[in-house]
């Protein structure tokens, strides 16, 4: 699986957007990435999960630049509830395990 | 949405006894689960892959016969922690593999927080 790296931590305002940028330089061919969000105490939710370009869903948007060796989580207009831990994870689909890393600590602040 | 339940949310025991965590897929059917192990200001750390109707596959380093895992049914894994000490109070959480024709994605139970006095 290949190793991602993000920000330990960002900061933000409400009404922001915010933009988490993850490296997995060594990303495999057949690996997607996706993303994770974490409340205190709660299990990660599934936030997104591309290939390629760019994904949006309700949430969040996915932007992959066309080398792949990076991807970037953007979030528009935060709010004091995003605050959050954001995991970024690189694998192919049917992976038997995800290997989470050390996640960006989003604080957004009022 | 893919809905995955943990019992208990939280649990208390002394030090020598066991406890059983249930993980149950709500809406979808899971030949996969995984239990996961978090410590306070850290990462998810997997300990074991529970497939359905076959034994565990523990990651390195995590004790087969003190973290034991049966998955008994397409919707149901167990993870009992046997003659548990305080090292163990933990953060547990696991996860349940959905196969849909849109991808395949991990959804994770809500946790179980667990105490050993």
């Known amino acids: 699986l290949a190793k991602t790296t993000q920000p330990i931590s960002m900061d933000s305002y409400e009404g922001q957007e915010v933009n988490i940028t993850c490296s997995h330089n060594?990303?495999?061919?057949?690996?997607?990435i996706t993303w994770y969000q974490q409340f205190p105490s709660q299990g990660p939710r599934f936030i997104i999960q591309?290939?390629?370009t760019k994904v949006t869903n309700e949430v969040a948007s996915l932007f992959i630049p066309a080398d792949r060796k990076s991807s970037t989580l953007s979030l528009p207009r935060v709010s004091l509830s995003d605050t959050a831990v954001y995991y970024c994870?690189?694998?192919?689909?049917?992976?038997?395990?995800?290997?989470f890393g050390s996640g960006t600590q989003l604080t957004v602040l009022p | 949405g893919a809905v995955v339940s943990q019992h208990p949310s939280w649990v208390i025991c002394k030090s020598g006894t066991s406890v059983k965590i249930e993980c149950r897929s709500l809406?979808?059917?899971?030949?996969?689960m995984f239990w996961y192990r978090q410590f306070p200001k850290q990462s998810l750390m997997l300990m074991a892959t529970?497939?359905?109707?076959?034994?565990?596959?523990?990651e390195q380093g995590v004790e087969k016969d003190k973290f034991l895992i049966n998955h008994a049914s397409l919707t149901l894994s167990t993870l009992t922690v046997t003659s548990a000490h305080p090292e163990d109070s933990s953060f547990y959480i696991c996860?349940?593999?959905?196969?849909?024709?849109?991808?395949?994605?991990?959804?994770f139970g809500p946790g179980t927080r667990l105490t050993v006095l």
């Open positions: 060594n990303i495999a061919t057949n690996d997607y």
């Open positions: 529970s497939n359905e109707g076959s034994k565990a596959t523990y």
């Open positions: 591309g290939y390629k």
């Open positions: 809406d979808f059917q899971a030949t996969t």
């Open positions: 996860s349940a593999r959905r196969l849909a024709l849109e991808g395949d994605t991990q959804y």
């Open positions: 994870l690189v694998g192919p689909l049917g992976a038997r395990q995800l290997t």
